[in-house]
């Protein structure tokens, strides 16, 4: 009989050694589908895994690929922990592109230091007040905020399409539906030259510092954290609960926004229809993967990323599909899982041979 | 026969943790038979034991002068072995007599058994309706549903784990009757409890039990409840007296607070008028579900009053919420431990940011002083006597008794000059009970101001110096216990009014 029994207390080695047994897990498993589609197991491993850690333009784009991650993992890990379910960052995302970017369009060829951080604040009250809505419904008319956020993602979607065929619209884009491309001073600057890798990782970087900072020695984090485990208590300790949703809320839809224009204006340097690839969804694994902790989130970011380049990789060099990457990401977060059950319970043989 | 059931040297390990050590002990026939200990002292492992869910490591048992060693409760029934747990397994939509036909083996529902159930309830007293639904039932009578279900089986030996926990006063003397009853149709009666005026009251025989081990076997009824507690806990019990009393202005005072309840079940709140003062003890007396889960809300400041009813040192304070009620030195302890009063999956350090007044300076413009809290936890913890590895540990993982000390300790050390608490010792074991009520009475003698809610009525009567009685919403009068006041209490209780 193999039993599965609940810890006393959760186990310290598990939490670090959960993930690790999860990579493992999810690499054999890779190496499985590598070997059913008859490839060359190592070559394929080489590139899925190891080549995107090598030379600058791998390394610079995995940089690239983590930041955005990182920005929405981190404000979803807040509302998680207070059991707020934000799941469409995607849309805040979108929208924060677009009232970021549309302030970068409307001082088109207007160089001043001031842009950038005036098309940030604009696209981070685009994002909270998407992600607004969500609270208002939510405390107001008691909507469940699962399925207006995600429902408002495929809005903004459209909202985006609506946008670049329309206002937006490049004047001199030949009808392509495309905004202008940013001017200099509405770009981020890079911070590896030659590559594309821009600010934004640096301040995903400070934003997971502040964010440790918050959940570990301010009353704010104790705040999310009891609002997320005992409702009841945290009203006995005189928070008030329709204010830590509309925190949770607008906290992860602005950074959310943020994180849109930073890849607006930074790697692919105007609105396109094709803007949102889905990192608002994947930063939701990000997350979980970190066990909502700020720090972790900077690994998991980094990690996820990997999957990214080695998906793209695996496309060109092995003429795979692209649902590798969707295949590879869905497996290492549904092992984690798993394994995640191990911190709080231990398995138990017992052999009753009396039966 | 001289023995119903006799273990000889029943001993049970869990791991390091020995549960149960070198138990022997017999149980005439017919008679009924008291386990008593506080939480974790062994009963319940026990009992498993007994009931065949759980194999002892080492000794024997005889039923019946016959070697007795059940693998599971199945065994154990066939031999004529019956158990009321402490938690019902009922289905709140089907009839009395459906739930009670569905425990028994192989039976289908036919007039024979209506008619035997409606025998059983008639002879022993034990009054319910075999055609209504479970879910109309109070508690007492769905207990009543179970016992029934278990006399069906002609039970030789009915354990009953903790049966009054869940009872009011008068469904508990019901109760009573029944066992009576029982025992005296030869039916013998294995009673686990903690509570110990219960035990002597209907137990013929005790067997007292502390940290897994047997401790004595007594007559209940030739040893004082101090004595028993005393062998329970295993140490002597402080003597309770409210000494030099002395009676200041007021602090709080409730006017005329009405509020219809917001939730579907709830009791709705008429006209409440009560006042504390300087330095005395005030108790709100009545069964549960009259209101007084309403009115802790309203007074911890979960919800909002209307104006110019709670009115504390002067100012109102019905708008203000629980962090804001705390600053001006007003303190709670709520009922519910889990969930309410503390946080299960947090620690005790955490935990201690729940109550954060300014002064107690565990927090700086929301910055926390970790040092400060843990400062603060560690005196909790070694005033309060709350047995933890550490400050550390999570909050579920401490007995009731003792997260009860933390979380009544956590308020106190605070100096609160009003603390309002609900059911300070439910569930809890008689130690920490006696060292609550002592903690009580020493800050009442500091000069502070206490509002106890609370079901126990020996509590409020060793405690208060005035109590008042809920019922359905609505508060008595103060009654003084000075002047003959238990009698007028007893009146309130049971629903009469006060005669002045």
């Known amino acids: ?355 | 026969m001289k023995y119903q059931l006799e273990l000889q040297n029943i001993c049970k390990s869990y791991g390091s943790l020995k549960a149960n050590e070198d138990i022997t002990l017999g149980i005439k026939p017919a008679s009924i038979h008291a386990l008593l200990g506080e939480n974790g002292a062994g009963k319940s492992t026990l009992v498993k034991i007994i009931y065949g869910s759980l194999q002892s490591n080492s000794g024997t048992m005889k039923w019946c002068d016959q070697d007795y060693k059940p693998n599971s409760p199945f065994e154990a029934r066939e031999k004529g072995l019956a158990m009321v747990f402490q938690h019902f397994s009922l289905f709140e939509s089907l009839t009395v007599a459906e739930n009670i036909i569905l425990g028994l083996d192989g039976v289908g529902l036919d007039s024979d058994y209506i008619e035997q159930i409606t025998k059983y309830s008639k002879q022993y007293g034990l009054n319910v309706n075999a055609q209504q639904v479970v879910g109309d039932l109070s508690v007492g009578a769905r207990q009543r549903v179970e016992i029934i279900r278990c006399l069906m089986q002609e039970p030789k030996l009915l354990i009953m784990d903790e049966p009054t926990s869940v009872l009011t006063p008068q469904e508990v003397s019901d109760l009573f009757i029944t066992l009576r009853k029982l025992a005296e149709n030869g039916c013998t009666i294995l009673y686990i409890s903690h509570k110990l005026e219960e035990v002597r009251q209907i137990c013929h025989q005790a067997t007292i039990l502390r940290g897994g081990k047997l401790i004595q076997n007594c007559n209940p009824q030739e040893h004082s409840k101090r004595e028993l507690a005393e062998m329970m806990i295993g140490k002597k019990l402080i003597n309770l007296a409210r000494s030099n009393i002395k009676i200041g202005e007021d602090v709080f005072s409730i006017n005329n607070l009405s509020k219809k309840s917001e939730e579907m079940f709830g009791v709705d709140l008429y006209d409440i008028c009560l006042t504390v003062k300087e330095g005395s003890i005030v108790g709100i007396a009545g069964v549960a579900g009259n209101g007084q889960d309403e009115l802790m809300h309203l007074l911890i400041g979960e919800k909002k009053s209307p104006e110019g009813v709670l009115i504390f040192k002067g100012k109102d304070i019905g708008k203000l919420n629980s962090h804001q009620r705390r600053q001006l030195s007003m303190f709670f302890t709520p009922e519910e431990r889990l969930g309410h009063g503390a946080v299960a999956d947090m620690k005790l350090d955490e935990n201690m940011l729940l109550s954060r007044p300014q002064k107690s300076e565990m927090t700086n413009y929301g910055v926390i002083n970790w040092q400060q809290v843990e400062m603060l936890t560690q005196r909790v913890i070694t005033d309060f006597d709350v047995q933890t590895q550490s400050s550390k540990m999570l909050a579920q993982s401490l007995s009731g008794g003792n997260l009860q000390k933390f979380m009544v300790g956590r308020e106190l050390i605070q100096n609160p000059d009003l603390l309002i608490v609900a059911q300070p010792t439910w569930g809890v074991d008689a130690g920490s009970e006696n060292h609550i009520h002592q903690s009580l009475i020493t800050l009442a003698e500091q000069g502070s101001a206490i509002l106890i809610i609370s079901q126990d009525l020996d509590e409020v009567l060793t405690l208060c110096e005035q109590v008042h009685v809920i019922t359905a919403g609505k508060l008595s009068p103060a009654v003084d216990m000075q002047d003959n006041g238990l009698e007028k209490l007893s009146q309130l209780m049971v629903g009469g009014k006060s005669n002045d």
């Not at chain 1, 399925?147 to 030949?174: E, H, K, Q, W």
Request: aromatic letters at 14%; proline letters at 4%.
């Open chain 1, 1 to 355: 009989m193999i039993n599965i029994e609940q810890r006393t207390d959760s186990s310290a080695k598990m939490v670090i050694l959960a993930p690790i047994l999860a990579l493992t897990l999810t690499a054999i498993s890779t190496m499985i589908i590598f070997l059913w589609a008859s490839l060359d197991v190592m070559n394929a491993f080489y590139v899925f895994y190891i080549e995107p850690l090598t030379g600058k333009y791998n390394l610079s784009e995995l940089l690239v690929k983590a930041a955005p991650l990182m920005m929405i993992a981190l404000g979803l890990s807040i509302g998680f922990r207070a059991g707020v379910w934000n799941i469409g960052a995607e849309g805040q995302y979108i929208i924060g592109a677009i009232s970021g970017g549309a302030v970068g369009l409307y001082y088109y060829n207007v160089e001043a230091t001031w842009l950038i951080p005036l098309m940030a604040f604009a696209a981070v009250l685009g994002g909270m007040g998407y992600a607004g809505i969500a609270a208002f419904l939510r405390t107001r008319f008691q909507v469940n905020e699962i399925l207006v956020t995600l429902m408002l993602t495929y809005v903004a979607i459209l909202f985006l399409s609506a946008m670049v065929f329309g206002p937006l619209r490049n004047p001199d884009g030949f009808n392509f539906p495309e905004s202008r491309i940013f001017h200099d001073s509405a770009t981020l600057p890079i911070i590896w030259q030659g590559t594309r890798a821009h600010i934004g990782f640096i301040i995903a970087l400070l934003f997971a510092g502040v964010t440790w900072f918050i959940t570990k020695k301010h009353m704010f984090g104790m705040q999310i954290k009891i609002s997320g485990s005992a409702p009841r208590a945290a009203r006995f300790a005189g928070f008030n609960e329709n204010k830590t949703i509309w925190y949770a809320l607008l906290i992860s839809g602005g950074l959310a926004g943020l994180a849109g224009l930073f890849e607006a204006a930074g790697p692919v340097g105007q609105l396109v229809p094709h803007l949102p690839v889905g990192y608002g969804f994947t930063a939701i694994i990000v997350a979980f993967l970190a066990r909502l902790h700020p720090i972790g989130i900077v690994f998991t970011s980094l990690l996820i990323a990997l999957t990214y380049m080695g998906g793209e990789n695996a496309q060109i060099t092995l003429q795979l599909p692209s649902s590798i990457t969707s295949v590879f990401q869905g497996m290492l977060l549904f092992y984690f899982l798993a394994c995640n059950v191990l911190i709080e319970h231990k398995v138990a043989f017992s052999f009753n041979w009396s039966k």
